[in-house]
């Protein structure tokens, strides 16, 4: 079950109205070694978040009393625990809007659980692995990342990112100038080969740019190369 990724006392909080699903998930992740605890609308995923924070959440769209967006927009103003939305299949406009609002991933319903599993892994591993080392920080011309606390700072101001927005970012930084093809960053950064029509890594980029404003210099801070990928520009004079 890849044990050796995952620690045992990972827990994972489902805030799904669908009791049915919720219960055949709880069960199948428990058997991949994840302690998983339920609620069933987003006001109470709120109050579970707050009250003792998991290690992921898997919050569905549309819930009753609150609904995953709003309920994702308030635990964002306390926590940054990441958080992976269910959409609709094909429904396109609510995967960007719960990415832009502060998601870390989304899978469409109906999924395979082994998929959901995977993706959990994928955004667990991306978390862990700055605990494991103690690294350097990184610094790419204003732009400082604090592997330790997973952290960023903008001419030493605190920017708020999220887990997944941090990992693209450091992909970025450890290649200040160089291009990084789309298919690696996806890789690298979210963990899973880039599929067609995913717009999941545009996403994470428009959040980055907004974040983090213009170049000292005034111009874009990450490039596109329109179907080639993305360049963190590292040249304070570059535009």
Known sequence: MGAGTIRMNDSILLVDDDRELCAMLAEY??????????????????????????????????????????????????????????????DELDR?????????DYLPKPFNPRELVARVRAILRRG??????????????????????????RDGTPVEITATEYSVLEVLMHHP?????????????????????????????SNL?????AAPGGGPRIKTLRGRGYLLVHDRGES
């Open 128 to 153: 862990q692995a700055a605990g494991e080392h103690d690294l350097a920080a990184l610094v790419v011309g204003d732009l400082r990342l604090d592997p330790g606390a997973r952290s960023l700072y």
């Open 209 to 213: 740019r907004r974040k983090l404003g």
């Open 96 to 104: 960007i809007v719960g990415l832009e609002i502060g998601a870390d």
């Open 29 to 90: 992740l428990g058997r991949e070694g994840f302690t998983v605890g339920a609620v069933h609308d987003g006001a109470q995923g709120v109050d579970a978040v707050r009250e003792r924070p998991p290690a992921l959440v898997v919050m569905d769209i549309t819930m009753p009393v609150l609904d995953g967006f709003d309920a994702l927009r308030t635990i964002r103003g306390f926590s940054r625990v990441p958080v992976l939305m269910l959409t609709a299949r094909g």
């Open 177 to 205: 100038g160089v291009l990084v093809g789309k298919e690696d960053l996806s890789r690298q950064a979210l963990g899973r080969a880039l599929m067609p029509f995913d717009r999941s890594l545009d996403t994470h980029i």
